[in-house]
């Protein structure tokens, strides 16, 4: 390919993805990427990552809007902003003339997709889509065994998507992504990537889809005598409830502060990363919320099954019921089966009528998360822009997994009545944003 060139980049967004993952893979690759402007309407998080970037005070903004109402000031936008942002931000960057990293999921909204899509191609814009499954080394392992033909001709796929109940109380209890009305449902916000990675794995994109699935615990029902709204405020039971707040973000063994430092999950509660910080955050904001107190209303679990275009049948299960937070999967074919722990890197082939293969693949780098996965896709995005070539996860080819996760709510909506996928999205007409 030839050397790569570093890459400016303009961030919509620093939070978790955009300052924790992306600004600080800058800072570890400055021959790969620079920062050289940032939106966010967090002061405290906006001055860091500028005094950390040496970025012009004029390049940062409160708002996506106001630094994409300016010249272009980078080759690349990268959309980190929330759910129901996401189309309206990088259609402004696209008509400014930048190419884009999108973070998942596009939009809940299928018309803004279909609309995001028609606007990518009529201005040429590469736009990359943050479904990194694809770019992790099992998956690419798991991938070339079924092209090489080592499990024969694929005929059913199993896969679980393990959220962790701490990682289900955080995010879709307490957190940003707890009302389907305001980003997502949880199957296209948690899950738009294992729907991808099934497309993928398939080599096939969803035909017809059925799901079930619903709040099963995370509500005033299940409230114990005693609680109250605020976990530090009061409550009688904290002792006893595995959802306390100061248990999960500060005193567990895997999640806490006090074992782990300020993780990815105390960078979301508070601007402050000491424990004082901390715990002045789990008495005043909502992720110190009791969890049968909240105004949730995603669901805590929903399986799906799934007809591909080409016959493979799938199924899928995502529950936030679990003490590890991992995916596992099973694939099916007409010589061997794999199973395969997909956290631990870990898989085994079974040629039929012979021994197990045991398969266990090293990751150098897991900076970033996913198991690896974020950080190729930046190598790859960045070298595939300079040097020609469509990204793995180009948006036309992403949004496949967006309709059949949207289908598959709409399903369950429907009691599990069957959706067909296409049919579906043809029945809404892109809208501009």
Same mark, same amino acid.
């Given at each position: 390919?030839?050397?790569?060139?570093? #890459?400016?980049?303009?961030?919509?967004?620093? &939070? %978790?993805?955009?300052?924790?993952?992306?600004?600080?893979?800058?800072?570890?690759?400055?021959?790969?990427?620079?920062? #050289?402007?940032?939106?966010?309407? @967090?002061?405290?998080?906006?001055?860091?990552?500028?005094?950390?970037?040496?970025?012009?005070?004029?390049?940062?903004?409160?708002?996506?809007?106001?630094?994409?109402?300016?010249?272009?000031?980078?080759?690349?936008?990268?959309?980190? #902003?929330?759910?129901?942002?996401?189309?309206?931000?990088?259609?402004?960057?696209?008509?400014?003339?930048?190419?884009?990293?999108?973070?998942?999921?596009?939009?809940?909204?299928?018309?803004?997709?279909?609309?995001?899509?028609?606007?990518?191609?009529?201005?040429?814009?590469?736009?990359?889509?943050?479904?990194?499954?694809?770019?992790?080394?099992?998956?690419?392992?798991?991938?070339?065994?079924?092209?090489?033909?080592?499990?024969?001709?694929?005929?059913?796929?199993?896969?679980?998507? /393990?959220?962790?109940?701490?990682?289900?109380?955080?995010?879709?209890?307490?957190?940003?992504?707890?009302?389907?009305?305001?980003?997502?449902?949880?199957?296209?916000?948690?899950?738009?990537?294992?729907?991808?990675?099934?497309?993928?794995?398939?080599?096939?994109?969803?035909?017809?889809?059925?799901?079930?699935?619903?709040?099963?615990?995370?509500?005033?029902?299940?409230?114990?005598?005693?609680? #109250?709204?605020?976990?530090?405020?009061?409550?009688?039971?904290?002792?006893?409830?595995?959802?306390?707040?100061?248990?999960?973000?500060?005193?567990?063994?895997?999640?806490?502060?006090?074992? /782990?430092?300020?993780?990815?999950?105390?960078?979301?509660?508070?601007?402050?990363?000491?424990?004082? &910080?901390?715990?002045?955050?789990?008495?005043?904001?909502?992720?110190?919320?009791?969890?049968?107190?909240?105004? @949730?209303?995603?669901?805590?679990?929903?399986?799906?099954?799934?007809?591909?275009?080409? %016959?493979?049948?799938?199924?899928?299960?995502?529950?936030?019921?679990?003490?590890? /937070?991992?995916?596992?999967?099973?694939?099916?074919?007409?010589?061997?089966?794999?199973?395969?722990?997909?956290?631990?890197?870990?898989?085994?082939?079974?040629?039929?009528?012979?021994?197990?293969?045991?398969?266990?693949?090293?990751?150098?780098?897991?900076?970033?998360?996913? /198991?690896?996965?974020?950080?190729?896709?930046?190598?790859?995005?960045?070298?595939?822009?300079?040097?020609?070539?469509?990204?793995?996860?180009?948006?036309?080819?992403?949004?496949?997994?967006?309709?059949?996760?949207?289908?598959?709510?709409?399903?369950?909506?429907?009691?599990?009545?069957?959706? @067909?996928?296409?049919?579906?999205?043809?029945?809404?007409?892109?809208?501009?944003?």
């Amino acid at each position: 390919m030839g050397e790569t060139k570093t #890459t400016t980049v303009v961030i919509a967004g620093l &939070g %978790g993805r955009g300052r924790i993952t992306y600004a600080a893979f800058a800072l570890r690759h400055p021959e790969l990427m620079k920062v #050289t402007g940032a939106a966010d309407m @967090n002061t405290a998080r906006r001055e860091e990552v500028r005094l950390a970037h040496a970025i012009p005070g004029e390049n940062c903004f409160e708002t996506a809007e106001e630094m994409f109402a300016k010249p272009k000031m980078a080759d690349m936008a990268f959309i980190c #902003t929330q759910d129901a942002d996401h189309v309206r931000h990088a259609a402004m960057a696209i008509r400014q003339g930048y190419d884009i990293l999108l973070e998942k999921p596009v939009s809940a909204d299928i018309a803004a997709c279909r609309y995001l899509d028609a606007l990518a191609r009529e201005r040429k814009a590469k736009v990359t889509v943050c479904h990194v499954l694809r770019y992790t080394p099992f998956f690419r392992r798991v991938k070339q065994m079924i092209d090489d033909g080592a499990l024969g001709d694929i005929v059913s796929i199993q896969a679980s998507e /393990n959220v962790g109940y701490w990682h289900q109380s955080h995010s879709f209890v307490r957190g940003n992504w707890r009302r389907a009305d305001q980003t997502s449902p949880m199957i296209l916000a948690k899950c738009c990537h294992d729907m991808d990675m099934l497309i993928w794995l398939a080599s096939s994109p969803c035909e017809w889809v059925s799901s079930f699935g619903d709040i099963a615990y995370f509500n005033l029902a299940h409230a114990p005598q005693g609680s #109250t709204d605020f976990c530090l405020k009061g409550c009688k039971v904290r002792e006893s409830c595995l959802y306390d707040a100061e248990k999960i973000y500060v005193r567990n063994q895997v999640t806490g502060y006090d074992h /782990n430092g300020a993780g990815w999950m105390q960078q979301a509660v508070m601007a402050d990363p000491t424990e004082e &910080g901390l715990l002045h955050a789990l008495e005043t904001s909502p992720y110190g919320r009791c969890v049968f107190r909240c105004d @949730n209303d995603v669901v805590d679990h929903q399986v799906v099954t799934a007809k591909m275009n080409n %016959g493979i049948t799938v199924s899928f299960s995502m529950c936030g019921f679990n003490e590890l /937070n991992h995916r596992m999967i099973h694939i099916m074919g007409t010589k061997a089966d794999l199973i395969g722990d997909v956290d631990a890197d870990q898989m085994t082939l079974y040629r039929f009528g012979q021994e197990p293969e045991p398969i266990h693949l090293h990751v150098d780098e897991k900076m970033g998360g996913h /198991n690896g996965g974020d950080y190729v896709m930046l190598r790859e995005m960045f070298a595939l822009r300079q040097h020609g070539g469509e990204s793995a996860t180009a948006l036309s080819q992403s949004l496949e997994s967006h309709y059949m996760a949207m289908a598959a709510e709409e399903s369950r909506r429907m009691e599990g009545q069957r959706v @067909n996928v296409r049919a579906f999205v043809e029945s809404f007409q892109a809208q501009p944003q």
